[in-house]
Structure formats: C-alpha cells, structure tokens
C-alpha cells in the first residue's frame, strides 16, 4: 500500500510565514526557521514553502530563504514562487530545495516543463495548478496564474494532463474556493486530477480537520496531503493526523 505523506505549507511573504484565506486577508503565522523545525520534529515527511508574492512582485525567489530553512531540517523541501527558467531552478536547488514547483512560468511556456524534466530530472518538478470553478470550462475548473489573480482561460484538468505528458513528477493543485477555509479540500478537483495524471498529486487547500486529510486520499485521490492553518495555528498536530489516517486504515509514517 501507497504511503500517505504529510507536508506542511510554509507561505512566504517578507520573511515571514502567513496564511490567508482565497489567497487574500493574510495573517502572520511565525518565523519561517522556527516552523521548519517543529514540523520536522513534529514528523513531518516533506515541507513547501512558496514565496507567494515573488511572480506578483516580479521578482525571483528569496534564495537566503531557501537555505535558512532547508539548513535546519533533513526532510524533502519544495520551494515555489518566481521560477521563471532553468537558471532559477538551478539555483533554488543549489540553495538547500529538493524540488521546485513551478506554476506561471510553465503556463506560459509549456516547453520549459520539459526542458526542466531533462535537465534536472522529473522527481525535483513539481507543477502548481491554480483554479477556481468556471461553468465555461469543460471541466468546469479554470487555470489561474500570478498567486491566484489573473485567470488565462484555459482547462484547469486539461493543463494537469499535459504536464503529465511533459514528464512533471508530482502536481500541485489548489482550489481557490478551498484556500484557507478549512472546509476540506475541493475533492472534485483533487480527484480530476489524480484521474488525469499518472504522478504523485499532492492535495492542497482547505484541510480543517482529520476527516479532511483522509478523504483527500480516499476521495481525492492523492498521496501526500498538504495543510497550513491547521499546522500553523496548532489547531491539529501532524501526529493527530497520521495517527488518525493509520486508524482509517492508510499507511504513513509514524
């Protein structure tokens, strides 16, 4: 049996940790070194941080914070935000990531998802997909770029296949709806991906309780389920998590 992982979302803006909620109304959730720490002593199998006003900013990531964070701990890191091209992978990866996600910059060339697989390999690309509901869409799930505000007419699920076929190792999506308002993930999106990919699709947006992270697995279909709030804010411990999905019968690791 597939076992579930759980990674803590560290959301970055000027050095600090935040979480809003629809990607706006930020509120401070502590020192990103800090945090790091306790959710890996807290067990923790991988960490994100995403440097959520890089792309809106026009800049790339904050390379030093990379590395104060991937300094204190041993588990994978993810990092994301203002990774524009094969050189601010190759730094983001220098700095201390184990992979790097990518979102904007892959939307609007497709090829650098490819070109990035072949040249770092699949497991270190990790494709973001943003979306909020729009009935105009077939799947009625439309593709959002720049941290959630300019939506680009394009097919949420139909983008996930095609990232799939560039050879991308794992996708990221998140619901705009869901975002921070710990009401559970948006399973009908988290399951059309997990359906129109063959990689790893991590659940993301809107985990509140325990019942959520187990039915982003059964119901949504992913392997590693994300949270923020909840971890943040100490509403749940990463160990009430995994005890409970062992419980419901999923293999993690204790």
């Not at 390999?121 to 990790?126: D, F, H, L, P, R």
């Not at 296949?161 to 399973?187: E, I």
């Amino acid at each position: 049996m597939e076992t579930i992982k759980i990674m803590p979302c560290l959301d970055m803006k000027d050095g600090r940790v935040v979480k809003g909620i629809h990607f706006v109304d930020l509120r401070d959730a502590g020192d990103p070194v800090e945090n790091a720490q306790f959710y890996q002593q807290e067990g923790a199998d991988e960490l994100a941080m995403l440097d959520i006003a890089a792309t809106l900013e026009n800049r790339k990531t904050r390379l030093e914070w990379v590395k104060n964070v991937s300094a204190v701990i041993t588990i994978p890191l993810t990092v994301g935000g203002g990774i524009a091209g094969l050189e601010d992978i190759e730094l983001v990866l220098a700095a201390g990531a184990s992979a790097v996600s990518m979102n904007s910059a892959a939307v609007k060339d497709p090829s650098l998802v490819s070109e990035a697989v072949k040249k770092f390999g699949s497991e270190k690309i990790v494709i973001a997909i943003d979306a909020r509901r729009n009935a105009a869409m077939p799947s009625g799930f439309e593709l959002v770029v720049s941290g959630g505000t300019k939506p680009v007419a394009k097919d949420a699920i139909e983008w996930a296949g095609q990232c799939d076929s560039l050879g991308a190792g794992v996708v990221l999506p998140t619901s705009m709806d869901g975002d921070g308002t710990q009401d559970g993930y948006d399973l009908e999106f988290t399951r059309a991906i997990a359906d129109a990919v063959n990689v790893p699709v991590i659940a993301s947006g809107g985990a509140g309780t325990l019942e959520h992270f187990y039915e982003g697995v059964v119901q949504g279909g992913a392997r590693i389920v994300l949270a923020a709030s909840v971890f943040h804010f100490r509403t749940l411990s990463i160990k009430q998590v995994k005890s409970y999905l062992e419980e419901k019968g999923l293999n993690v690791n204790l």
